[in-house]
């Protein structure tokens, strides 16, 4: 797995020092258990064979005497001359790809405050002034004196044919009455299959030492395949609409229209639609149920609830 050295930024002095340096190159501070190693997004691989092999000798002991990093071989402190004893060793940890040091990012300046031109104020006025006016007009309510002056009516009966029908379902779902048409294969759904991994980078280790090795993961890669199963055409029978008859009228005397059903018919649903035509200032229509409409008399005074000029909201007699 690839070595890539690291960099150390000197505590002291703040100069950038090289994963393989062990002292600061500023100061001479040595790195110490306060440093700490990062590794740049764009740095190479260690291809030179002593750095290589010192990357992999393990990590830094440091001196419990003056805090110097020494590497694993040494028996005494390259700083101070004491006996490594029983010295701690930094950790060895892996680490995300994101860099430690992230650029700095910029602050955001404020965008600067918008300044509207006088016209446009104006015009922003004249619409506010246009939507309250709107709403308000759309929304009152008044009351007016209408008179009956005349009814519609509608009603609708849809009727059903017993008739053959081709479907399509899958094998195992035809209903039983079904007379199969035809067979074939066809997509049902699609599966996935691991066909192996793929060696995916998934960060770096910090070796403790000033150099890092790659880390990778292994992940599944999968590959679809289609599921066929049969596919089934068939005739069967089912009620379907067929056609709608209706009957209407500008009197009170509502009647449902006559289906005149044949065999293999029947009637599927009814509806109605009864209004009733107001006057007043101007002309207004209401649908009402049955019962109030057929209560109602041609040339009746009703009091009317009103909303927005336009349509009739309530009705008293
Ligand atoms: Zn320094
Ligand atoms: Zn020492």
Known sequence: MAIREGKWRCPYCAVVNRG???????CGATRDADVRFFLEDDAAEVTDEALVAR????????????GA????PLDHCRNCGAEKGAAPSRAVRDAPPAPLFPPARPPTAPAPPGRLRPWAVALLLVAVAFVAAAAYLGLRRTEETLTVAGFEWERRIAVEAWRTVREQAW?????????IVSRRQEVHHTERDQ???RRVKAGHRDLGNGFFEDVYSDEPVYRERPVYRTRVAYDVQRWVPDRTVRASGRDQAARWPEPALRPGEREAS??????????????YRMELPEARWNALQPGQSVSAVIRGGWSVLELHP
């Open 20 to 26: 393989a340096q062990m002292a600061c190159i500023g």
């Open 69 to 72: 990093s020494n590497p694993p």
């Open 171 to 179: 094998e195992g779902r035809v209903p039983s009455a079904a007379r």
């Open 270 to 283: 009814r509806a109605e639609k009864l209004v009733v035509v107001l006057q007043g200032k101007k002309t």
């Open 55 to 66: 990357g992999r000798t393990g990590a830094d002991w440091l001196c419990t005497f003056c």
């Open 195 to 197: 066909v192996g991994t």
